[in-house]
């Protein structure tokens, strides 16, 4: 009995035993079971209840329970609602669901509160619907019986639109399932099937699973169908493959015992034989005797998930021998694995060794080069004395006789940060300083180096002369401000486009613009997202430009043909703006000027989080200025009748917090109708 017990506690969560009776009953519906959730739910006490009562004592009315008995006895189960009496209290509406197992004549029995069910039941079906993957269920004939939002989504219909019609006509445009249907497969042998399909209409390669789905009969009913689509992943695995064998680098993955398991093209190249021929291979076989015992401990120790810094080995190839720096990596996911994949990076530095070679033979020749350099370059002792010049600080900061004298007597007291801000970091990039030279003010952009030469420190110090980019630089802020200035005019005159073909709405695009950007600083929006709002209220109807004027300027109603093409006008001018580089999304503001949170709007119905901020708000101020502006086909309505408009849909149509700042803004005088 304990065993049904447990079972039928999975049923229902723990945290909602204290809303639901779960017990046993004996072929006669005495309860010969009784917990202390069943006692707080009714108010029986257990010692009344055991063997003494039956669930006829407590149904509301008492002659339910022949009804409810006799389908128990009939089909082996019953699910419905009916009233219970609690001891102390009135009777209340609940959920019952009755099991009966024919060969112990037991029945499992469980009792809800119908508001808490239906509470659980909605929170499921919030649950089902907010899965980011299609699901759906199908019967024994393909066909959908439910399906969540995400199938929705995915197939660009309305739920109500897919259910009772078969996958495969939905999914495939097929008459019949395909070969390798998981469904079909599960109807066979009622078991769970996952495979890799091919649907048209769910975004392509997709990795299917079905799981039985059992009536409350125990007969197979049909299968719950999930799919995640593969074709984002196949592509990073084809990338990751992509970049693993054509990489420079040499890479391989071997196992804790240093056998090779996976090898790239180049590390094929490198140790001359074919990727095939290394897997299985010895790792350590291709090194020096001298490298191997170093290479084996620190292969052993990333496998433990210790950090195991970049090393250098040696690698014979026939009679050469290579040098290569080796990186060893344990991925996340091998962390704790009994048998982990370890990934081996290594880049052959052999020409950088012979380089090194030839760097130190001709040292002179760069010498010459710092000599020439037209930066004034330095380099100073761990004391910040100067140890060499070359001639361009010579001739720029007379330097003369510099052995054992600070930087600071030459270049003034304006380079002290950079030499302080050394002592901390080891390199300093574009630093810039004013240098009083000679009665001559310049500006100046300093790198500097910290580096080590044997055991004791050094600092490269540069110091670029900037002072004539920065004067190009000041006539360069001009011409940008010039510019803006073309561009705003630019805006404006296509702003203008529309109201040459729609004279009645004669600077309704500017009026919305101010209104959008008055709500958007009210917000406290960032500048970048105020600009984008203006100019995407500045032309947020020059997709009108395209519609024929007689039907802009119509007085009467419009057909349901012209209404169509004025609903086009947002695509229109997503069209006109999207290839224009603007600095923000303000095509795509434009195209979403017309949706409505509750996915009423046009062109793409979309709902919530898929409508930008920034077109939520232009949304608004578009409403407002067409309510209190005159139109062909009526009079002005007025500040009062728009003011009411937004906040009898505030929360269906509008933003809410957009909604609550144009009422602020239009109420403080804001905006002020011209």
């Known amino acids: 009995m304990s065993s049904f017990k447990s079972r039928l506690k999975k049923i229902i969560p723990p945290e909602e035993f204290q809303h639901s009776c779960v017990e046993i009953l004996d072929e006669n519906g005495i309860f010969l079971t ?105 019967d024994k004939n393909f066909r959908i019986i439910k399906a969540n939002s995400a199938t929705a989504r995915a197939l660009g219909m309305d739920i109500n639109d897919i259910l009772g019609k078969t996958c495969y006509e939905i999914v495939h445009e097929s008459g019949e399932s395909p070969e390798n249907c998981p469904h079909k497969k599960l109807l066979k042998d009622k078991m769970p099937h996952t495979e890799m399909i091919f649907e048209k209409n769910l975004g392509g390669e997709n990795i299917v699973s079905t799981t039985p789905l059992y009536g409350p009969d125990g007969k197979l009913i049909g299968s719950i169908h999930v799919t995640r689509n593969i074709s984002e992943l196949k592509k990073i695995q084809e990338e990751y493959e992509f970049f693993f064998n054509y990489s420079p680098s040499i890479n391989l993955i071997l196992d804790k015992n240093y056998r090779i398991l996976k090898a790239s093209k180049m590390a094929a190249t490198i140790l001359n034989m074919k990727q095939k021929e290394l897997i299985g291979q010895n790792f350590l076989s291709f090194l020096s005797e001298q490298s191997r015992e170093s290479t084996k401990s620190k292969i052993d120790a990333v496998a433990r998930g210790e950090l195991v810094h970049p090393f250098l080995v040696d690698v014979i190839r026939d009679d050469t021998k290579l040098t290569i720096l080796i990186s060893l990596t344990l991925p996340p996911s091998q962390f704790g694995q009994e048998d982990p994949r370890i990934l081996s990076t290594g880049l052959d530095i052999t020409p950088i060794l012979d380089l090194q070679k030839e760097l130190i033979k001709t040292e002179r020749r760069y010498k010459t080069i710092f000599n020439k350099s037209k930066d004034a370059l330095f380099i100073l002792n761990e004391s910040k004395e100067l140890i060499d010049v070359n001639s361009t600080a010579r001739d720029i900061f007379s330097v003369r006789n510099e052995k054992g004298k600070k930087l600071t007597e030459f270049v003034g007291d304006s380079i002290t940060p950079v030499l302080k801000k050394l002592e901390r970091e080891s390199e300093i990039t574009d630093f810039p300083v004013q240098v009083e030279n000679n009665g001559d003010s310049r500006h100046y952009l300093v790198t500097a180096l910290k580096f080590m030469e044997g055991d004791e420190a050094r600092y490269f110090i540069s110091l670029r002369d900037i002072t004539q980019m920065m004067n190009y630089e000041r006539e360069l802020e001009k011409s940008l401000k010039r510019l803006s200035i073309l561009f705003d005019e630019i805006i404006l005159a296509m702003s203008d486009l529309v109201e040459i073909r729609d004279p009645y709405t004669a600077g309704h695009q500017r009026k919305v613009a101010e209104i959008a950007v008055e709500i958007a600083h009210h917000l406290g929006l960032d500048e970048n997202k ?145």
């Open 34 to 138: 009784w917990e202390k959730n069943s006692e707080k739910f009714l108010g029986y006490p257990g010692k009344e209840v055991i063997n003494r009562l039956s669930l006829k004592d407590i149904l509301e009315p008492p002659d339910t329970f022949t009804r409810i008995w006799d389908e128990v006895k009939k089909n082996g189960y019953f699910i419905g609602y009916s009233y219970v009496k609690p001891r102390d209290r009135e009777g209340i509406e609940t959920f019952i669901l009755l099991w009966y197992h024919r060969s112990l004549n037991l029945i499992s029995a469980i009792i809800v509160d119908t508001n808490r069910f239906q509470l659980v039941l909605k929170e499921y079906k919030t649950l089902f619907d907010s899965l980011p993957d299609p699901i759906f269920i199908l």
């Open 530 to 674: 105020i600009k984008a709002i203006k100019y995407a209220g500045l032309t947020h109807d020059i997709g009108k430009i395209a519609i024929p004027s007689e039907i802009l300027t119509k007085p009467g109603k419009l057909t349901e043909l012209e209404y169509e093409m004025i609903k086009k006008h947002p695509e229109i001018g997503y069209k006109i703006l999207k290839d224009i580089d603007f600095p923000w999304p303000v095509a795509e503001i434009v195209y979403q000027h017309h949706e409505r949170l509750d996915g009423s709007g046009y062109p793409r119905g979309l709902k919530n989080g898929e409508i930008l901020f920034e077109a939520r708000i232009l949304a608004v101020a578009d409403v407002v200025e067409a309510m209190s502006s005159h139109r062909p086909y009526r009079p002005a309505l007025g500040i009062e009748v728009a003011i009411e408009e937004i906040k009898k849909n505030r929360g269906k149509l509008y933003d809410p917090e957009v909604v609550d700042a144009c009422i602020e803004i239009l109420k403080e005088g804001g905006y002020v109708k011209k």
